[in-house]
T-cell receptor
Framework: AQSVTQLGSHVSVSEGALVLLRCNYSSSVPPYLFWYVQYPNQGLQLLLKYTTGATLVKGINGFEAEFKKSETSFHLTKPSAHMSDAAEYFCAVSSKAAGNKLTFGGGTRVLVKP | EAQVTQNPRYLITVTGKKLTVTCSQNMNHEYMSWYRQDPGLGLRQIYYSMNVEVTDKGDVPEGYKVSRKEKRNFPLILESPSPNQTSLYFC???????????????FGPGTRLTVL
Protein backbone atom coordinates (compact mmCIF):
# COMPACT_ATOMS: atom_id res chain seq x y z
CA ALA A 1 0.00 0.00 0.00
CA GLN A 2 1.13 3.54 -0.65
CA SER A 3 0.86 6.48 1.70
CA VAL A 4 1.93 10.10 2.09
CA THR A 5 2.79 12.07 5.21
CA GLN A 6 3.01 15.83 5.19
CA LEU A 7 4.76 17.25 8.22
CA GLY A 8 3.00 20.30 9.55
CA SER A 9 -0.64 21.02 8.83
CA HIS A 10 0.04 24.77 8.99
CA VAL A 11 3.12 26.77 8.01
CA SER A 12 3.57 30.51 8.45
CA VAL A 13 6.23 32.37 6.47
CA SER A 14 7.11 36.00 5.96
CA GLU A 15 6.88 37.50 2.50
CA GLY A 16 10.24 37.05 0.81
CA ALA A 17 11.30 34.15 3.04
CA LEU A 18 11.93 30.56 2.01
CA VAL A 19 8.94 28.27 1.75
CA LEU A 20 9.65 24.62 2.69
CA LEU A 21 6.88 22.05 2.78
CA ARG A 22 7.79 18.52 3.77
CA CYS A 23 6.46 15.35 2.21
CA ASN A 24 7.45 11.76 2.89
CA TYR A 25 5.97 8.84 1.02
CA SER A 26 5.74 5.11 1.34
CA SER A 27 5.63 2.93 -1.73
CA SER A 28 6.86 -0.59 -2.41
CA VAL A 29 7.57 0.23 -6.04
CA PRO A 30 9.00 3.29 -7.82
CA PRO A 31 6.65 6.16 -7.08
CA TYR A 32 5.21 8.93 -9.16
CA LEU A 33 5.00 12.02 -6.98
CA PHE A 34 2.91 15.15 -7.32
CA TRP A 35 2.37 18.46 -5.58
CA TYR A 36 -1.01 20.14 -5.98
CA VAL A 37 -2.12 23.56 -4.74
CA GLN A 38 -5.60 24.57 -3.65
CA TYR A 39 -6.47 28.24 -3.48
CA PRO A 40 -9.45 29.28 -1.35
CA ASN A 41 -12.77 28.02 -2.71
CA GLN A 42 -11.17 26.39 -5.71
CA GLY A 43 -10.28 22.92 -6.90
CA LEU A 44 -6.74 21.59 -6.94
CA GLN A 45 -4.22 22.39 -9.64
CA LEU A 46 -0.93 20.71 -10.40
CA LEU A 47 2.25 22.49 -9.29
CA LEU A 48 4.76 19.86 -10.40
CA LYS A 49 5.35 16.15 -10.72
CA TYR A 50 8.15 13.59 -10.63
CA THR A 51 7.95 10.45 -12.75
CA THR A 52 11.45 9.37 -13.77
CA GLY A 53 14.75 10.98 -14.65
CA ALA A 54 16.00 14.23 -13.10
CA THR A 55 15.31 14.27 -9.38
CA LEU A 56 15.00 18.06 -9.11
CA VAL A 57 11.70 19.06 -10.61
CA LYS A 58 10.65 22.62 -11.39
CA GLY A 59 7.03 23.65 -11.42
CA ILE A 60 4.86 26.67 -11.85
CA ASN A 61 5.05 29.88 -9.81
CA GLY A 62 8.72 29.37 -8.88
CA PHE A 63 8.21 26.15 -6.91
CA GLU A 64 10.51 23.17 -7.13
CA ALA A 65 10.81 19.79 -5.42
CA GLU A 66 13.53 17.21 -5.08
CA PHE A 67 12.95 13.47 -5.11
CA LYS A 68 15.25 11.73 -2.62
CA LYS A 69 14.79 8.00 -2.80
CA SER A 70 17.07 7.26 0.17
CA GLU A 71 14.97 9.53 2.37
CA THR A 72 11.63 8.67 0.71
CA SER A 73 11.00 12.39 0.51
CA PHE A 74 9.68 14.91 -1.99
CA HIS A 75 9.89 18.27 -0.24
CA LEU A 76 8.54 21.40 -1.94
CA THR A 77 10.46 24.69 -1.84
CA LYS A 78 10.24 28.22 -3.10
CA PRO A 79 13.11 30.64 -2.42
CA SER A 80 10.98 33.72 -1.82
CA ALA A 81 7.36 33.63 -0.66
CA HIS A 82 4.78 35.91 -2.20
CA MET A 83 1.44 36.86 -0.73
CA SER A 84 -0.25 34.98 -3.57
CA ASP A 85 1.33 31.72 -2.33
CA ALA A 86 -1.14 31.58 0.55
CA ALA A 87 -3.01 28.34 -0.13
CA GLU A 88 -3.20 24.68 0.87
CA TYR A 89 -0.65 22.33 -0.63
CA PHE A 90 -1.06 18.61 -1.12
CA CYS A 91 1.58 16.00 -1.83
CA ALA A 92 0.36 12.87 -3.63
CA VAL A 93 1.78 9.53 -4.74
CA SER A 94 0.89 7.00 -7.39
CA SER A 95 2.67 4.11 -9.06
CA LYS A 96 2.18 1.49 -11.73
CA ALA A 97 1.45 -1.05 -9.02
CA ALA A 98 -1.23 1.19 -7.52
CA GLY A 99 -2.96 1.39 -10.85
CA ASN A 100 -5.11 4.42 -10.99
CA LYS A 101 -5.14 5.37 -7.35
CA LEU A 102 -3.71 8.72 -6.38
CA THR A 103 -3.09 8.90 -2.63
CA PHE A 104 -2.91 12.34 -1.03
CA GLY A 105 -1.28 13.59 2.12
CA GLY A 106 -3.25 15.53 4.70
CA GLY A 107 -2.28 18.91 3.28
CA THR A 108 -0.29 21.90 4.55
CA ARG A 109 -1.91 25.31 4.78
CA VAL A 110 0.53 28.15 4.09
CA LEU A 111 0.02 31.59 5.59
CA VAL A 112 2.18 34.41 4.22
CA LYS A 113 2.77 37.36 6.52
CA PRO A 114 3.56 40.79 5.07
CA GLU B 1 -12.47 26.65 -21.99
CA ALA B 2 -11.29 23.24 -20.80
CA GLN B 3 -12.91 22.49 -17.50
CA VAL B 4 -14.53 20.11 -15.06
CA THR B 5 -17.89 21.29 -13.77
CA GLN B 6 -19.81 20.08 -10.74
CA ASN B 7 -23.35 20.77 -9.60
CA PRO B 8 -24.54 21.78 -7.17
CA ARG B 9 -21.70 23.71 -5.52
CA TYR B 10 -23.44 23.69 -2.15
CA LEU B 11 -26.04 21.27 -0.83
CA ILE B 12 -27.72 20.86 2.53
CA THR B 13 -29.87 17.77 2.91
CA VAL B 14 -31.29 15.42 5.53
CA THR B 15 -30.35 11.88 6.45
CA GLY B 16 -31.73 9.30 4.05
CA LYS B 17 -32.77 11.61 1.23
CA LYS B 18 -31.19 10.39 -2.01
CA LEU B 19 -29.05 12.87 -3.87
CA THR B 20 -26.88 13.09 -6.97
CA VAL B 21 -23.90 15.33 -7.58
CA THR B 22 -23.17 15.77 -11.26
CA CYS B 23 -19.74 16.01 -12.84
CA SER B 24 -18.98 16.82 -16.44
CA GLN B 25 -15.74 17.40 -18.35
CA ASN B 26 -15.27 18.82 -21.84
CA MET B 27 -11.73 17.53 -22.49
CA ASN B 28 -12.64 14.09 -23.82
CA HIS B 29 -10.75 12.50 -20.93
CA GLU B 30 -10.95 8.77 -20.44
CA TYR B 31 -10.32 8.73 -16.70
CA MET B 32 -12.59 10.35 -14.11
CA SER B 33 -12.57 10.16 -10.35
CA TRP B 34 -14.39 11.33 -7.23
CA TYR B 35 -12.66 12.42 -4.02
CA ARG B 36 -13.80 13.66 -0.66
CA GLN B 37 -11.78 16.18 1.30
CA ASP B 38 -11.87 16.26 5.09
CA PRO B 39 -9.68 18.40 7.38
CA GLY B 40 -6.38 16.71 8.19
CA LEU B 41 -7.12 13.75 5.92
CA GLY B 42 -6.40 15.33 2.57
CA LEU B 43 -8.33 13.95 -0.38
CA ARG B 44 -9.48 10.36 -0.39
CA GLN B 45 -10.59 8.61 -3.54
CA ILE B 46 -14.17 7.32 -3.57
CA TYR B 47 -14.57 5.81 -7.04
CA TYR B 48 -12.88 6.10 -10.38
CA SER B 49 -13.67 5.23 -13.97
CA MET B 50 -11.26 4.27 -16.71
CA ASN B 51 -13.82 4.77 -19.47
CA VAL B 52 -17.50 4.40 -20.33
CA GLU B 53 -19.12 1.57 -18.35
CA VAL B 54 -15.84 0.87 -16.48
CA THR B 55 -15.81 1.89 -12.82
CA ASP B 56 -13.92 0.72 -9.74
CA LYS B 57 -13.75 1.41 -6.03
CA GLY B 58 -11.27 3.78 -4.50
CA ASP B 59 -10.29 3.89 -0.85
CA VAL B 60 -13.62 5.00 0.68
CA PRO B 61 -16.49 3.71 -1.52
CA GLU B 62 -18.99 2.76 1.21
CA GLY B 63 -22.26 4.64 0.92
CA TYR B 64 -21.61 5.91 -2.62
CA LYS B 65 -22.49 4.83 -6.14
CA VAL B 66 -21.32 6.07 -9.51
CA SER B 67 -22.14 5.49 -13.14
CA ARG B 68 -20.38 6.25 -16.41
CA LYS B 69 -22.86 6.02 -19.26
CA GLU B 70 -21.25 8.78 -21.29
CA LYS B 71 -17.61 9.72 -21.52
CA ARG B 72 -18.11 13.29 -20.35
CA ASN B 73 -20.31 12.62 -17.29
CA PHE B 74 -19.58 10.85 -14.01
CA PRO B 75 -22.32 11.44 -11.42
CA LEU B 76 -21.88 10.59 -7.74
CA ILE B 77 -24.95 9.13 -6.06
CA LEU B 78 -25.66 8.96 -2.35
CA GLU B 79 -28.68 6.69 -2.01
CA SER B 80 -29.14 7.20 1.74
CA PRO B 81 -26.87 9.99 2.94
CA SER B 82 -25.69 10.03 6.54
CA PRO B 83 -24.05 12.80 8.59
CA ASN B 84 -20.61 11.20 8.24
CA GLN B 85 -20.83 11.95 4.52
CA THR B 86 -20.76 15.65 5.24
CA SER B 87 -17.67 16.73 3.32
CA LEU B 88 -16.22 18.63 0.39
CA TYR B 89 -16.37 16.57 -2.78
CA PHE B 90 -14.20 16.94 -5.88
CA CYS B 91 -14.51 15.41 -9.29
CA UNK B 92 -11.40 15.10 -11.44
CA UNK B 93 -10.52 13.92 -14.92
CA UNK B 94 -7.35 12.90 -16.68
CA UNK B 95 -6.29 12.00 -20.17
CA UNK B 96 -4.93 8.50 -20.57
CA UNK B 97 -3.10 9.34 -23.77
CA UNK B 98 0.67 9.11 -23.72
CA UNK B 99 1.88 8.91 -20.12
CA UNK B 100 -1.41 7.77 -18.67
CA UNK B 101 -1.15 7.72 -14.89
CA UNK B 102 1.62 10.32 -14.91
CA UNK B 103 -0.75 12.83 -16.46
CA UNK B 104 -2.20 15.74 -14.55
CA UNK B 105 -5.65 15.39 -13.05
CA UNK B 106 -7.95 18.36 -13.61
CA PHE B 107 -10.25 19.12 -10.72
CA GLY B 108 -13.69 20.62 -10.54
CA PRO B 109 -14.48 23.49 -8.14
CA GLY B 110 -15.93 21.23 -5.45
CA THR B 111 -19.32 20.51 -3.90
CA ARG B 112 -19.80 21.22 -0.23
CA LEU B 113 -22.33 18.75 1.15
CA THR B 114 -23.93 18.94 4.57
CA VAL B 115 -26.10 16.04 5.77
CA LEU B 116 -28.24 16.87 8.82
Amino acid sequence: AQSVTQLGSHVSVSEGALVLLRCNYSSSVPPYLFWYVQYPNQGLQLLLKYTTGATLVKGINGFEAEFKKSETSFHLTKPSAHMSDAAEYFCAVSSKAAGNKLTFGGGTRVLVKP
Amino acid sequence: EAQVTQNPRYLITVTGKKLTVTCSQNMNHEYMSWYRQDPGLGLRQIYYSMNVEVTDKGDVPEGYKVSRKEKRNFPLILESPSPNQTSLYFCASRSDQGSGIYNEQFFGPGTRLTVL
